[in-house]
């Protein structure tokens, strides 16, 4: 069945970047696209962008442009999302999130929880 | 960017009542092709969120029937038909008409 499974929990330093991955299963990874979310602490969800893993295609979020990188290695059936600059308030839950792509389901990463501490 | 407003924030419920979620958008959601790009998902306590609805009105895979979704343009509401013990959590409206992607505040949802 299909399943997401994303990386560890990660603590960062103010300035420093991170890079969080999404490893897909129990479908052709290139089919549909890859969105990911952040959840800061007790608040709601905002969508930060999403990859295209056919191409490489991707459409950010204009509050995250120039801050983050989304890439898919189509050998390995991963997504990655690196955000870079990092500050205190980009502590938060990443999740990746496959795209329903006209289908009655959608399918969520664990999350990976981003600290930013000094 | 088109921002989806929901009421109530907080919802006390009594198990076997009706419950009913509103979520308004700044913007129709209608598309061209007559469908509302309105989803609903729920976030149960620790974990991810679920897919309820998409599409303003369509059940997601595996989705109990108690829950239903109706509006269309900018007007949306959830209803769950007869609350259950499991339906605790924090419930969003999503828009997928156009990026950025939009969230609702979310309507937290719990037992009386």
């Known amino acids: 069945q299909v399943q997401l499974v994303q990386s560890g929990a990660e603590v960062k330093k103010p300035g420093a970047s991170v890079k969080v991955s999404c490893k897909a299963y129990?479908?052709?990874?290139?089919?549909?696209?890859m969105h990911w979310m952040r959840q800061a602490p007790g608040q709601g969800l905002e969508w930060v962008g999403w990859?295209?893993?056919?191409?490489?295609?991707?459409n950010y979020a204009q509050k995250f442009r120039g801050r983050v990188t989304m890439t898919g290695d189509t050998s390995i059936s991963t997504a990655y999302m690196e955000l870079s600059s990092l500050r205190s308030d980009d502590t938060a839950v990443f999740f990746c999130?496959?795209?329903?792509?006209?289908?009655?389901?959608?399918?969520w990463g664990q999350g990976t929880l981003v600290t930013v501490s000094s | 960017d088109i921002v989806m407003t929901q009421s109530p924030l907080s919802l006390p419920v009594t198990p076997g009542e009706p419950a009913s979620i509103s979520c308004r958008s700044s913007?129709?959601?209608?598309?061209?092709?007559?469908?509302?790009?309105l989803d609903w998902y729920l976030q149960k306590p620790g974990q991810s969120p679920q897919l309820l609805l998409y599409?303003?009105?369509n059940r997601a895979s595996g989705v109990p029937d108690r829950f239903s979704g109706s509006g269309s343009g900018t007007d949306f509401t959830l209803k769950i038909s007869k609350v259950e013990a499991e339906d605790v959590g924090v419930y969003y409206c999503?828009?997928?008409?156009?990026?950025?992607?939009?969230f609702g505040e979310g309507t937290k949802v719990e037992i009386k």
């Open positions: 999130v496959r795209d329903r792509g006209g289908h009655s389901s959608s399918y």
């Open positions: 913007q129709s959601l209608l598309h061209s092709n007559g469908d509302d790009f």
């Open positions: 129990g479908y052709t990874f290139t089919d549909y696209y």
């Open positions: 599409l303003g009105s």
């Open positions: 999503m828009q997928g008409l156009q990026t950025p992607l939009t």
């Open positions: 990859v295209n893993p056919k191409n490489g295609v991707t």
